[in-house]
């Protein structure tokens, strides 16, 4: 279990620079052009356009993705009123989540002003200045008069997010909670600690939600009809019962909601709750009870706690980043009800999908599954984004709350994705394509677990319908270990169930009877699951066939090439990685199979990688590397490199070819457009990279992948008869899911494409 002490936060934090942000310019300023245009005299224009036009604003400046968080530290976490200048650091916190999740910039501003109506009037005037107000960590009661009144009077989404945040998230997981244990809102009895924002808050959606049996305490005891120190919205929920202690409440309760502060809740009070009784004890950073004592004192609880080192962590990140991103792409000018209320459908529903194998492996469990240490999606949930902000944006479209309209609800997914960094329209094109016409896909290495999720995933996503060769104990022990759920996916255990080997030695036997294979040595060989599946392939039983994750390259590709074959008129297969950044797909050949390649072998390669390249609806404009530029140093790999370039051009003269070049020339349009204007690619720079031998070629992309923030997709083989990909040795789930759908698009367009 994740543990962190005092001095570690304290020096995470005054590591130089101090804090944890920085504003970055967007825009280059390194000319003396450059500081014209972003300062006097150039910055005039863009001032004047907004004077004339106010809606202007979101045009030329930061301001549509900018969201200021403001606190006047009256409630900060659990730790109570420490003033505006202790809670920045948790302010400039929500900061960088807003930026690291849904790509959100952010000011954090502490304000020293404690008085409702002065606080007020200072948000108020910052209106020009924001897309969107987070308020943050304001204590209660001041906090629900300054929300009400500035919601009332600005223009643009704001939200408390103690109150609405924790109201959201905590929805999400009770409603599933409840599903889990077969109670009903409306039956339930709820118990809360805490009568603050976050707590009144709550309570006001679950009760939108049915919620009717509450009994509510803050420090000063029970809230019922007597009390008259109350603001209104904490005495709606005020109990009419004779109840007064907490003990008394617990009896037989069915929830405990805590939000108020550290250790409230006394163990033994567990024992008097209802069967499988729900706590979520929310206070931050210490709950309201410890996460392992509650458990021992009752091992049927269901347990949330705010923190991210137990299980069920109930935590506003999983929707401040997303509810904002989605109210910001609308323009929307507030948050409503339909807004939060669609948030908490996204978030309960996400957390039934199956988890995602980066998610498992982020959190180092592979055990995830919805049920009671899974009630709602973990933070790092990459899918958070799609699926929280859509629904926040198209419940602003339909209660008429948003400025804008989307209608290519495809593209604005591609534009939430590129929003974490990498660009992945080509895959998701790749993807839609493969669920529009899924393929029979058999994988010979079913027998391990990323295979297994792989499969789960392409089945559940009906991407690819999954053919799996192991031994079906072992993918038993595998489902079993991993709660992984197959259902819909085939297994064939081709020793223990007689299936076709006979056959497909005989096959074998008459394809390579004069190539040293006897039908003896058919039958040894179609004992091996990879011989076994290329024959599936070669008979037409399945339509794709994907191997590699165990054993080396060289090994994995033997049997596919002496059962399946290369194409007609093809000498050699090559493998190809697609990689892609924010700035594009590129793609390099090749990266896997010619160790080194002669000049007319180049050719080979060229004329897949070209063919390969439209197969991703790309123009392919090919650049021959080497260490030199169309002649500058003698050697013989710029030699071969331009031997090749020549021949290209003669077999393909239509290709958008050049070379040899250095890799930066080959990116760099401006870089070709001033020293080499002769060049094909001076217009546009290259998107496909061929490389003289494999060495430089395997070199470049794993750097890449690993230092270079992009994601690599590959190896995608070239110049099989059928579909066959070879997976890398040890490639993650997420590679397998990726290869799979180019396959099953290979297949689609079978002897048209790779
Ligand atoms: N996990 C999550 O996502 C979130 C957790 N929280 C946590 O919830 C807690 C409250 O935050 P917030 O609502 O913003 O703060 P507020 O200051 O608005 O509210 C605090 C409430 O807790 C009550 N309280 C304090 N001590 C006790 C006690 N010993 N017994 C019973 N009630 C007590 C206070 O009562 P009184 O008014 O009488 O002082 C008040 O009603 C914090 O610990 C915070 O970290 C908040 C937001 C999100
Ligand atoms: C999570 C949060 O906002 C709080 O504890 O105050
Ligand atoms: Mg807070």
């Keep these: 279990m994740l543990k962190i002490n005092k001095q570690e936060a304290l020096d995470y934090h005054s590591q130089s620079p101090a804090g944890k942000i920085e504003v970055v310019p967007t825009k280059p300023v390194s000319t003396q052009l ?61 900061g960088v989540l807003f930026k690291k999740f849904a790509g959100i910039d952010c000011f954090d501003i502490e304000i020293d002003a404690t008085d409702p109506d002065e606080f007020i009037r200072i948000v108020k005037s910052l209106e020009p200045t924001f897309g969107g107000i987070n308020l943050e960590d304001i204590k209660a009661p001041e906090c629900f008069v300054i929300e009400k009144a500035l919601r009332e009077q600005m223009n643009i989404p704001l939200m408390h997010d103690d109150q609405h945040g924790t109201a959201i998230i905590s929805s999400a997981a009770l409603l599933n909670a409840l599903e889990v244990v077969g109670k009903r809102i409306e039956d339930i009895r709820l118990v809360v600690s805490g009568a603050g924002a976050a707590a009144i808050s709550c309570l006001r959606l679950y009760r939108e939600l049915g919620l009717r049996h509450v009994i509510v305490f803050d420090k000063d005891g029970v809230i019922n009809k007597q009390r008259t120190d109350l603001a209104e919205l904490q005495m709606q929920f005020a109990t009419d019962s004779p109840i007064t202690t907490l003990a008394e409440a617990m009896r037989g309760a069915d929830v405990f909601l805590g939000l108020s502060a550290a250790n409230v809740l006394p163990a033994e009070l567990l024992l008097l709750m209802a069967d499988n009784p729900i706590v979520f004890a929310l206070a931050n950073p210490n709950p309201e009870i410890a ?87 973990k933070p790092l949930d990459p899918r958070l984004i799609i699926t929280v902000s859509t629904a926040v944006a198209k419940a602003a479209i339909e209660s008429g709350s948003a400025r804008r309209v989307i209608t290519d609800w495809f593209a604005y997914e591609d534009e939430l994705r590129s929003r974490l ?116 392939l070669e008979t037409g039983e399945v339509d794709a066939f994907i191997t590699g994750l165990t054993k080396d390259y060289g090994k994995s590709i033997v049997p596919s090439l002496q059962v399946i074959g290369v194409e007609d008129g093809v000498q050699r297969v090559a493998g190809m990685y697609i990689i892609q950044h924010k700035k594009g797909p590129y793609f390099f050949a090749d990266t896997t199979v010619n160790i080194d390649p002669t000049a007319e072998e180049m050719v080979d390669i060229i004329g897949l990688t070209a063919r390969a390249v439209r197969f991703f609806d790309a123009e392919p404009r090919i650049a021959v590397l080497s260490y030199s530029n169309f002649g500058s140093n003698a050697g013989e790999l710029p030699s071969k490199a331009r031997k090749a370039t020549e021949l290209a051009k003669q077999r393909y003269p239509d290709l958008i070819l050049d070379g040899e070049m250095q890799a930066n020339t080959a990116l760099s349009p401006q870089l070709l457009r001033e020293h080499y204007p002769f060049s094909e690619l001076a217009e546009k720079g290259a998107n496909t990279l061929i490389f003289p031998n494999v060495v430089s070629g395997n070199i470049a992309y794993k750097v890449l992948q690993e230092i270079g923030g992009a994601e690599v997709i590959g190896p995608v083989l070239m110049g099989m008869r059928k579909p066959v990909h070879i997976l890398q040795l040890g490639a993650t789930v997420r590679d397998i899911v990726n290869m799979t759908a180019i396959a099953v698009v290979d297949a689609q367009t079978y002897g048209r494409a790779l």
């Design 34 to 94: 450059d500081l014209a245009l972003a300062y006097s005299p150039g910055v005039a224009e863009p001032c004047l356009a907004i004077a004339a036009n106010p809606d202007d604003v979101y045009k030329y400046t930061a301001k549509g993705n900018l969201v200021g968080v403001i606190s006047n530290g009256t409630a900060v976490l659990g730790l109570g009123n420490i003033g505006p200048a202790a809670s920045k650091p948790v302010m400039e916190g929500k």
């Design 291 to 377: 996460y392992d004592v509650a458990m021992a004192t009752r091992p049927d609880l269901i347990m949330a706690t705010g923190r991210s080192d137990h299980p069920n962590q109930v935590n506003n990140v999983l929707g401040f980043p997303y509810i904002f991103r989605g109210a910001l792409d609308v323009r929307a000018t507030e948050i409503n009800e339909a807004m939060k209320l669609a948030a908490v459908q996204a978030l309960a529903e996400l957390a039934k999908e199956p988890v995602p194998e980066m998610v498992n492996k982020a959190y180092g469990d592979n055990t995830l599954a919805f049920g009671r240490t899974y009630l709602i999606p």
């Design 421 to 536: 960094g990498v660009n992945q329209k080509l895959m998701n094109r790749i993807t839609s394509a493969a669920k529009a016409n899924p393929k029979r896909v058999v994988f010979p290495e079913a027998d391990n677990y990323k295979i297994l999720k792989a499969a789960q995933i392409l089945h559940d996503e009906g991407i690819a319908r999954p053919v799996l060769l192991g031994n079906r104990e072992k993918i038993d022990a595998i489902v079993r270990a991993n709660s992984l759920d197959l259902e819909g996916c085939e297994i064939i255990d081709i020793l223990k169930e007689d299936a076709k080997r006979e056959e497909y030695a005989a096959l074998l036997f008459e394809k390579r009877q004069r190539r040293g294979i006897t039908l003896y040595e058919g039958r040894r060989l179609l004992r091996e699951r990879n011989y076994y599946g290329s024959m599936m």
